[in-house]
C-alpha cells in the first residue's frame, strides 16, 4: 500500500501536538512522549522543520518549541518537503533510477497523474485539519 514515509508520520504527528504560536513551548522530550515518536529520531528531523519556518524554538528556562505559524497555514506538503525534500514525489513508483516522460517505466502513465493528485491533496490539506481529525478521535460524535 502507498502511503507517505513515517519520517513524515512522525512530523505530522509531532506537530500536531505543538501550540499554536504564543502558546506555551513544549520539551522535544514532551512532544515525543504525546507523538509517541522517538525522541531521538524527532530530534535529527526538528532542525528540518524549524529550519522550513514550521516551528519556532524558544531558548532559556521556559523555551522549548511551537508552532511558527498557525497549524492552518501549515500544509502536510510544506512538512513532508521540510524532513524529505521530494525524495517520494519525484520518484518513479517502482523505484527505477531512470523513469521520466521519455523513458517511462511500466507504471509511469499510471503514477504521473495520481502523484499530481497526491500532491494538490497534501498541498490542500492542513495541519489544522490533522488536529482536528485526532479531536474527533477522542471524543466521537453522538450520531
Do not use: N
Not at 521530494?86 to 507504471?107: K, M, N, Q
Request: aromatic fraction near 4%.
Amino acid at each position: 500500500m502507498l502511503s507517505l514515509s513515517q519520517t513524515t508520520g512522525y512530523a505530522i504527528e509531532a506537530l500536531a501536538h505543538l501550540h499554536p504560536p504564543g502558546g506555551p513551548p513544549l520539551l522535544l522530550r514532551d512532544i515525543a512522549r504525546l507523538a509517541r515518536v522517538p525522541a531521538a529520531y524527532l530530534a535529527k528531523r526538528m532542525p528540518d522543520l524549524v529550519a522550513a519556518g514550521l516551528v519556532a524554538s524558544r531558548r532559556g528556562q521556559r523555551g522549548g518549541l511551537v508552532l511558527a505559524r498557525d497549524p492552518a497555514e501549515i500544509t502536510l506538503l510544506q512538512i513532508s518537503e521540510a524532513v524529505e525534500a521530494r525524495r517520494w514525489l519525484d520518484g518513479c513508483l517502482l523505484g527505477l533510477a531512470e523513469c521520466s516522460d521519455a523513458r517511462a517505466c511500466p507504471v509511469h502513465e499510471f503514477w504521473k497523474p495520481m502523484r499530481a493528485r497526491i500532491e494538490q491533496t497534501l498541498r490542500s490539506t492542513t495541519l489544522a485539519a490533522v488536529i482536528a481529525h485526532k479531536a474527533r478521535l477522542v471524543r466521537p460524535s453522538r450520531a
